[in-house]
């Protein structure tokens, strides 16, 4: 089929971001298959669409104007399978568009363990790379082995391994402006022949043991992770977020031992380079926000990381309540909060 003869114009994007915004977008259109990014990509070279790009997901790390003058590509393409085995690694290929919690649970499926600690992450396999999604001390980059992408600058498809992709804490080369040129087609992971589980996240270990005792599958660690996940975070069908609004904020040796001498209770954690980890949410719950509202958005109950959607918000209205935060953060702590979703 032709790409553009799916082009549609001033569409709702409303059921298309998990944070709910009513947002219209000049063109869309949805991909499904490969050879439609040809005709996608010549029809954007002579300006018969917009000229900027928006390439989407699940929309579960978006927060959007009310009007988006882009060309939305709605990344549809579809497909998984193992593509090939080494001593030490299975490697598996899924498309763009497949779901990321049910590519996992596929993977666990068929034996082959490593991506359960990232399950129920929502969104696609082809934006997991954006930020090296990460959850109970697993990030996607422990399990990267390359991708495919079409690059709109040059028209032509080029191949990533994990060093260009420079993955780093919900970051890679693709989440800035710069890195906007590319639209991830496929991605490979490398799944160890030998597992090895990561349980030593906040109550993992401990609800495993209590459910399971001391032999537990992989499929285990993923339905208590899945079960830990749905008691903290809303789910996007019943109140709209975009999961984890801010990024925890990573401080010097120094600088986390000045806060924990007046903040005895701060929660911290080391990373690499006698850095610590702040956990933003207690930073937040400490100036008053958690549960509170700012108009249509609010602070979530029981996760003061979580922004969400009280009804009607627009992407202004996120911006205020989030500048708000970073002030009385700032003010507090003497510590900046990164946003984490891309604002649109
Ligand atoms: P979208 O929101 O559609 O897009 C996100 C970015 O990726 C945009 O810049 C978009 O342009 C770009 N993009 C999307 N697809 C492509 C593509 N094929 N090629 C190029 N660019 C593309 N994140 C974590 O890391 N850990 C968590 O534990 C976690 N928990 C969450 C819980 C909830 C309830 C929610 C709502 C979100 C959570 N997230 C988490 C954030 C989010 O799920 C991830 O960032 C996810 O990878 C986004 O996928 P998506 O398909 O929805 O991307
Ligand atoms: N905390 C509070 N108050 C709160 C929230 C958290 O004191 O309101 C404290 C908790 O008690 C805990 C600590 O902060 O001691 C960490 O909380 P939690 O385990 O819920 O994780 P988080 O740091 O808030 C991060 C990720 C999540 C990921 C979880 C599990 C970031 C920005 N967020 O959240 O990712 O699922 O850890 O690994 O790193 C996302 O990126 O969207 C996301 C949900």
Known sequence: MNTLSTLQHQVSLKTSNTFGIDAIADDFVLLETLTQIEDLYRAWKSSTVAKARLFLGGGSNLILSDRISALVVKVALKGRQIVAQTNDHTIVAAAAGENWHEFVQWTISRGLGGLENLSLIPGTVGAAPIQNIGAYGRELKDFFYRLTAFDFETGEFRQFSKEECRFAYRDSIF??????????????????????????????????????????????????????????????????????????????RERRDQIVQAYPLCVSYPVEGEHFKLAAGWLIEQCGWKGKSLERVGVFEKQALVLVNRGGATGKDVRELAAQIQADVAQKFSVSLDVEPVFI
Do not use: H, M
């Open 175 to 252: 989440k800035p402006a710069s890195g906007k040129r590319f639209l991830i087609t496929e991605v490979q992971f490398a799944l160890p022949r030998v597992w090895k589980p990561e349980i030593s996240y906040g109550d993992v270990a401990q609800l495993l043991q209590k459910q399971r005792g001391d032999q537990f599958t992989p499929q285990d660690v993923s339905d208590v992770i899945c079960e830990i996940r749905q008691s903290k975070l809303p789910d996007p069908k019943q109140i709209g977020n975009a999961g984890s609004f801010f990024k925890n904020p990573v401080v010097s």
